[in-house]
Every structure is written in structure tokens, then in C-alpha cells.
């Protein structure tokens, strides 16, 4: 095709990514945002771009899940309720929870995890973005034995796949971080990590999309898939109908419902994260010089700029914002035990996004066979800040060179 239409459908950090890259590419490119850009989960992550790290899915999570399901304080929260679409992903997640799942796992995200590093690199570096961007790593501290022990293990299974994590005793992480507490027992250090203000590089890219010739509409809501002869012919809008070449569709959970009207299935449940962000100063946030991660309670406590956003927890209660003031309390809660100075005069701002969770704890990236030039970038899980320039360039790829896919292990083709 010569200069293909392409509709993007979502104002995240993937949906954006793809515009951007499709953009730039040379495609003539309409991206399309129910709300505003960064209205959902991009706008309020916790702001960090990790790699290297094994999937959700390890030997031993269930029974670590069946401890916290019901548990509103724990890092994972599943509200009882009858939803068979979850206890499905369910069992499928149960059934990858096995050795073999994560190095296959491994073998695709570590490589993928380093390009993605050096996109964000580059796309940082070469449209100039103004968004607090660190290049100083994070560190994972711990408070039990057992969390310690456990981290120092997932560190030496990630340096067999090139990465350089680094092993902290209590006193050096104290050394480097004088606001930490004295719960805590040591830690590791991951350098290949970056840190940012989400929002901020999310608008800023959305600008240099429509540098690029992308335009980008907010307030449109994609009703549905226009279809003929087995080839995508558009989109139906509120606004009427749109005509394209290529539909991309990287609307988080909301892409399982658009693409079951069409009688695609996708394994992708919504998860609930949270985010608590305090001001800098006397009564507020800690001047915290770089972010951490505590292990055992999975929050991330992460500077930007004149505050410090606390971020992170899953939780499975199915399509919808509804903040849980547990949930909240358990953000702070973990960020005491790393900060004991952190007070409570400071807070500006309380959040909730939904995440689009894989069964298998993959991203599902690329076309779908049964449709030709629809394709869909979903299920990155907490990993869509740090996959979205490569997911976009992925996607760019799959739709202007069809048949020279990137990664194909990440196929939606995988789950037929």
C-alpha cells in the first residue's frame, strides 16, 4: 500500500507509540481516544521502565495467590464474585505457572526488554522530550528474610540473560539512600531501568506524533469494526464512520470486548493499579534521589520531579475505577517501611487505572489472521510504559511489512 490509512484505537502509552512510529513511517495515520490521551492506566503508572524480569507466572503462585485473593491489603486483591471470563483466565494463568513458561518467557522478553531500553533511549534523546527522564536504575529492597532471599534469586537468574543486577546489603543501600529505614534488611540493584513522569513523556510523544502527520481525535469512541469481503474497511464511531486500511487496536482490557463483536477471543482480564502521589517537603514526601520497589508488598516509590509517586498492587474486579481506600492505605503502608519520614500533609493526588493482563504474562502484539489489517497491541500487563516505543515500532512494522513479523512468539496467533 502506498501510504496506507491506519485508525489507532487508544490514547495510551501503546495506542500513542503506535501513531508515532506508524507516523513516522510514512503511514497516514488517525489515531482515536474515547477520553483524553493518557486518561487511563498510561497517565498514572508508576513511572518506571524495567527489563529483564521473569513474568507473573511462576512455579509456587498459587498458593501465594490463594494467601492473598481475598485479602484487600495484599498485593494481589480478587473480590469474590461470579465472572466466569475470570475464573478462566484464572486456571489459564494457574496452567503457565510452571519453569518451562518462564524460560520460554525469558528467551523472548529479555532480548525484547533490552530494545526496548534503547528505543526509549533513542525517542527520549531524538524528539527532545521534557518529561524527567533518569537514567539511574531502581532498587528492590526488602523487610523479611524470605523477600531477600527471593530477590537475590530472581537476581542471579537474570544475569543469564545479560542483565547486571547487583545485590545490596542493608548498610550500602543506606549509604546510597540515607531517607531509608532501618526495617529494611538489603536489596538489589537493577541499573538497566529508567525513570520518568508518564504523563508528561505521554503528551509530549502525542505532540511529535502530530509533528509527524498523525492526527489525533479525543472524545471518539470506537462502536465497532467495519468489515467486508474479510478485510477491515474501517472503523463505526460516534461520529460516524471512518475509512481504513489498517485498524490497530491498543485499547488495553477494552480491546477483549471490540474484538469479541467480531468473534475474536483474547485471554486478557483488567487490573486494577493505584497510585498515591505526595509533595516534596516538611509533612510530605522524602527527597528520595532514586526509585525503589518494596519487594514483598510490590509498591513503587518513584521521584518526579517536586513529588514522589507511591504506585503499584493488582487488582482483578473486572472493568471499572473503583478505588478501594485499602488499597490506597496499603500503598502507604509499604512506602512507611521505606520511608518512615514520609508524612501525611503532602498528599496531592489519589489514582486508579486498569492494566490489560495476559493469562500467559506476555504482550500480545501483531495481526490477526482471520482478519487481514486488523491487528492489536494489548495484554502488557505492567509493562506498557516500558514496551511502548518497541511495541509501536513492532506494530509499525507488522502493518507497513506484512509477513516480516518482529517477535512472533507474541502473535495473538499463540492462544489458537
Same mark, same amino acid.
Given at each position: 500500500m502506498s501510504r496506507p490509512r491506519v485508525v489507532v484505537v487508544g490514547g495510551g502509552v501503546i495506542g500513542v507509540s503506535c501513531a508515532y512510529a506508524l507516523a513516522k513511517a510514512g503511514a497516514?495515520?488517525?489515531l482515536l481516544e474515547r477520553d483524553e490521551i493518557g486518561s487511563g492506566a498510561s497517565g498514572g503508572n508508576a513511572g518506571t521502565v524495567s527489563a529483564g524480569h521473569p513474568p507473573l507466572n511462576r512455579p509456587g503462585r498459587l498458593s501465594q495467590v490463594l494467601g492473598w485473593m481475598l485479602d484487600q491489603r495484599s498485593p494481589l486483591y480478587v473480590p469474590p464474585r461470579w %465472572?466466569?471470563?475470570?475464573?478462566?483466565?484464572?486456571?489459564?494463568?494457574?496452567?503457565y505457572c510452571t519453569d518451562e513458561h518462564v524460560e520460554a518467557c525469558m528467551k523472548v522478553m529479555a532480548p525484547l526488554g533490552k530494545d526496548a531500553l534503547q528505543s526509549f533511549d533513542n525517542i527520549i534523546e531524538e524528539e527532545g522530550i521534557e518529561c524527567g527522564y533518569i537514567r539511574k536504575g531502581y532498587y528492590e529492597v526488602c523487610v523479611t528474610e524470605a523477600g531477600l532471599g527471593k530477590a537475590q534469586?530472581?537476581?542471579?537468574?537474570?544475569?543469564?540473560?545479560?542483565?547486571h543486577p547487583e545485590c545490596v546489603t542493608e548498610e550500602e543501600l543506606r549509604r546510597r539512600e540515607p531517607e531509608f529505614g532501618p526495617e529494611l534488611l538489603g536489596g538489589v540493584y537493577y541499573p538497566e531501568a529508567r525513570t520518568l513522569d508518564p504523563l508528561k513523556f505521554l503528551k509530549a510523544l502525542a505532540e511529535r506524533a502530530k509533528l509527524w502527520g498523525a492526527g489525533i481525535s479525543e472524545g471518539v469512541s470506537v462502536l465497532g469494526i467495519s468489515i467486508a469481503?474479510?478485510?477491515?474497511?474501517?472503523?463505526?464511531?460516534?461520529?460516524?464512520?471512518? $475509512?481504513?486500511?489498517?485498524?490497530?487496536?491498543?485499547?488495553?482490557?477494552?480491546?477483549? $470486548?471490540?474484538?469479541?463483536?467480531?468473534?475474536?477471543?483474547?485471554?486478557?482480564?483488567?487490573?486494577? $493499579?493505584?497510585?498515591? %502521589?505526595?509533595?516534596? $517537603?516538611p509533612g510530605g514526601a522524602p527527597p528520595i534521589r532514586v526509585a525503589c520497589v518494596l519487594s514483598e508488598a510490590s509498591v513503587f516509590c518513584t521521584p518526579m520531579g517536586d513529588f514522589v509517586r507511591f504506585a503499584g498492587t493488582m487488582e482483578l474486579s473486572g472493568l471499572n475505577r473503583v478505588m478501594r481506600r485499602p488499597r490506597l492505605n496499603q500503598l502507604t503502608n509499604a512506602a512507611?517501611?521505606?520511608?518512615?519520614?514520609?508524612?501525611? %500533609?503532602?498528599?496531592?493526588?489519589?489514582?486508579?487505572?486498569?492494566?490489560?493482563?495476559?493469562?500467559?504474562?506476555?504482550?500480545?502484539?501483531?495481526?490477526?489472521?482471520?482478519?487481514?489489517g486488523l491487528s492489536v497491541a494489548t495484554g502488557h500487563g505492567m509493562l506498557g510504559l516500558t514496551l511502548g516505543p518497541v511495541t509501536g515500532e513492532m506494530i509499525a512494522q507488522d502493518v507497513l511489512d506484512a509477513g516480516k513479523p518482529r517477535f512472533s512468539k507474541l502473535s495473538p496467533s499463540r492462544f489458537r
Amino acid at each position: 500500500m502506498s501510504r496506507p490509512r491506519v485508525v489507532v484505537v487508544g490514547g495510551g502509552v501503546i495506542g500513542v507509540s503506535c501513531a508515532y512510529a506508524l507516523a513516522k513511517a510514512g503511514a497516514q495515520v488517525q489515531l482515536l481516544e474515547r477520553d483524553e490521551i493518557g486518561s487511563g492506566a498510561s497517565g498514572g503508572n508508576a513511572g518506571t521502565v524495567s527489563a529483564g524480569h521473569p513474568p507473573l507466572n511462576r512455579p509456587g503462585r498459587l498458593s501465594q495467590v490463594l494467601g492473598w485473593m481475598l485479602d484487600q491489603r495484599s498485593p494481589l486483591y480478587v473480590p469474590p464474585r461470579w %465472572d466466569p471470563s475470570l475464573w478462566r483466565w484464572l486456571r489459564d494463568f494457574v496452567r503457565y505457572c510452571t519453569d518451562e513458561h518462564v524460560e520460554a518467557c525469558m528467551k523472548v522478553m529479555a532480548p525484547l526488554g533490552k530494545d526496548a531500553l534503547q528505543s526509549f533511549d533513542n525517542i527520549i534523546e531524538e524528539e527532545g522530550i521534557e518529561c524527567g527522564y533518569i537514567r539511574k536504575g531502581y532498587y528492590e529492597v526488602c523487610v523479611t528474610e524470605a523477600g531477600l532471599g527471593k530477590a537475590q534469586n530472581e537476581a542471579a537468574a537474570i544475569e543469564a540473560y545479560g542483565y547486571h543486577p547487583e545485590c545490596v546489603t542493608e548498610e550500602e543501600l543506606r549509604r546510597r539512600e540515607p531517607e531509608f529505614g532501618p526495617e529494611l534488611l538489603g536489596g538489589v540493584y537493577y541499573p538497566e531501568a529508567r525513570t520518568l513522569d508518564p504523563l508528561k513523556f505521554l503528551k509530549a510523544l502525542a505532540e511529535r506524533a502530530k509533528l509527524w502527520g498523525a492526527g489525533i481525535s479525543e472524545g471518539v469512541s470506537v462502536l465497532g469494526i467495519s468489515i467486508a469481503s474479510g478485510r477491515v474497511v474501517g472503523v463505526h464511531t460516534n461520529e460516524g464512520e471512518i $475509512g481504513a486500511d489498517a485498524v490497530v487496536l491498543a485499547t488495553g482490557p477494552f480491546s477483549a $470486548g471490540i474484538l469479541n463483536e467480531v468473534g475474536i477471543h483474547l485471554p486478557v482480564q483488567p487490573g486494577k $493499579g493505584y497510585h498515591r %502521589d505526595y509533595s516534596l $517537603g516538611p509533612g510530605g514526601a522524602p527527597p528520595i534521589r532514586v526509585a525503589c520497589v518494596l519487594s514483598e508488598a510490590s509498591v513503587f516509590c518513584t521521584p518526579m520531579g517536586d513529588f514522589v509517586r507511591f504506585a503499584g498492587t493488582m487488582e482483578l474486579s473486572g472493568l471499572n475505577r473503583v478505588m478501594r481506600r485499602p488499597r490506597l492505605n496499603q500503598l502507604t503502608n509499604a512506602a512507611l517501611k521505606c520511608f518512615p519520614s514520609l508524612g501525611s %500533609d503532602g498528599l496531592r493526588s489519589e489514582w486508579c487505572g486498569l492494566r490489560p493482563m495476559a493469562s500467559d504474562g506476555m504482550p500480545i502484539i501483531g495481526s490477526l489472521q482471520d482478519i487481514k489489517g486488523l491487528s492489536v497491541a494489548t495484554g502488557h500487563g505492567m509493562l506498557g510504559l516500558t514496551l511502548g516505543p518497541v511495541t509501536g515500532e513492532m506494530i509499525a512494522q507488522d502493518v507497513l511489512d506484512a509477513g516480516k513479523p518482529r517477535f512472533s512468539k507474541l502473535s495473538p496467533s499463540r492462544f489458537r
